[in-house]
């Protein structure tokens, strides 16, 4: 009859053996670990759709600008050239704003000059004149001459009475201003007079203020005297040289007119 065959255990009981391990089964380094890649990948999900939103709203609330606007002058590839007057230009009309965009052509201002626009006039009624003495032939030319040479005695004279008027005007604003100037001097004098009495109670505020306003009157008749001098005196100026730029171009006309018939 066969024997069962005994455990280890049971061997170690039965011949009073003690229990021996052999050979570790498990090492520190085996022990697991736990998977925190599921945790981790929650984390960053999270992260991400929460850096999602804040971009989200901060595009939605911040404006970026769709263009920089930079200074900067346009120039083209051409020779410039520089237009220059040797009279004053004032510009009647702005047809574009700054900034604005134009086209090539386009009318950007519209200016003008009381000098200039003269001198144009001038010429045009010379080239005018001297259209229509072409048409009468050499059988006018002497008499056109003459015409001119009556015109331009006439223009000559009319300067000489305006500069006479002018000396005229000069001396007659050397008396009024001298006047005028005495009586702002008295006036002051007379305010200051008045201020002192009014500090030593000699006489009231209201008697003080009427010598002030009794100076301030007299300047005022000063400068608007003055005012009226200055455009009065430009006026004369200003047909003085309207009348001198005719001659010029009568007297350039006439000089065409001889050489013409002497051709």
Same mark, same amino acid.
């Given at each position: 009859? =066969?024997? &069962?065959?005994?455990?280890?255990?049971?061997?170690?009981?039965?011949? !009073?053996?003690?229990?021996?391990?052999?050979?570790?089964?498990?090492?520190?380094?085996?022990?697991?670990?736990? +998977?925190? /890649?599921?945790?981790?990948?929650?984390?960053?999900?999270?992260?991400?759709?929460?850096?999602?939103?804040?971009?989200?709203?901060?595009?939605?609330?911040?404006?970026?600008?769709?263009?920089?606007?930079?200074?900067?002058?346009?120039?083209?590839?051409?020779?410039?050239?520089?237009?220059?007057?040797?009279?004053?230009?004032?510009? +009647?009309?702005?047809?574009?704003?700054?900034?604005?965009?134009? %086209?090539? !052509? $386009?009318?950007?201002?519209?200016? %003008?000059?009381?000098?200039?626009?003269?001198?144009?006039?001038?010429?045009?009624?010379?080239?005018?004149?001297?259209?229509?003495?072409? &048409?009468?032939?050499?059988?006018?030319?002497?008499?056109? $001459?003459?015409?001119?040479?009556?015109?331009?005695?006439?223009?000559?004279?009319?300067?000489? @009475?305006?500069?006479?008027?002018?000396?005229?005007?000069?001396?007659?604003?050397?008396? /009024?201003?001298?006047?005028?100037?005495?009586?702002?001097? +008295?006036?002051?004098?007379?305010?200051? %007079?008045?201020? @002192?009495? #009014?500090?030593?109670?000699?006489?009231?505020? $209201?008697?003080?203020?009427?010598?002030?306003?009794?100076?301030? +009157?007299?300047?005022?008749?000063?400068?608007?005297?003055?005012?009226?001098?200055?455009?009065?005196?430009?006026?004369? #100026?200003?047909?003085?040289?309207?009348?001198?730029?005719?001659?010029? =171009?009568?007297?350039?006309?006439?000089?065409?007119? !001889?050489?013409?018939?002497?051709?």
């Amino acid at each position: 009859m =066969s024997e &069962t065959p005994l455990s280890s255990d049971q061997q170690e009981g039965r011949y !009073g053996l003690e229990p021996r391990q052999y050979e570790r089964l498990y090492w520190e380094e085996d022990i697991p670990v736990k +998977d925190i /890649t599921r945790g981790l990948g929650r984390w960053l999900f999270g992260i991400g759709l929460l850096l999602f939103a804040v971009i989200g709203v901060v595009s939605a609330v911040v404006k970026y600008p769709d263009q920089v606007e930079l200074p900067f002058v346009l120039r083209s590839t051409g020779p410039e050239e520089i237009y220059k007057f040797p009279f004053a230009v004032y510009a +009647d009309e702005l047809l574009v704003d700054a900034g604005q965009p134009v %086209t090539s !052509g $386009q009318v950007l201002a519209r200016i %003008t000059s009381p000098e200039i626009v003269r001198m144009i006039n001038a010429v045009e009624g010379s080239e005018s004149r001297e259209g229509t003495f072409r &048409t009468y032939g050499e059988a006018g030319f002497a008499q056109q $001459q003459a015409a001119l040479q009556r015109e331009i005695n006439a223009h000559r004279s009319r300067i000489a @009475q305006l500069e006479e008027d002018l000396t005229l005007l000069e001396q007659s604003w050397i008396g /009024t201003r001298t006047a005028l100037e005495f009586a702002v001097d +008295d006036a002051r004098d007379r305010w200051h %007079t008045a201020e @002192q009495l #009014l500090s030593d109670g000699v006489i009231s505020r $209201q008697d003080a203020q009427s010598a002030e306003k009794a100076l301030k +009157d007299a300047e005022d008749d000063l400068n608007a005297e003055e005012a009226a001098w200055r455009r009065e005196r430009l006026d004369i #100026l200003t047909t003085i040289d309207e009348l001198r730029e005719k001659v010029t =171009s009568l007297g350039i006309l006439r000089t065409r007119i !001889g050489l013409e018939m002497q051709e």
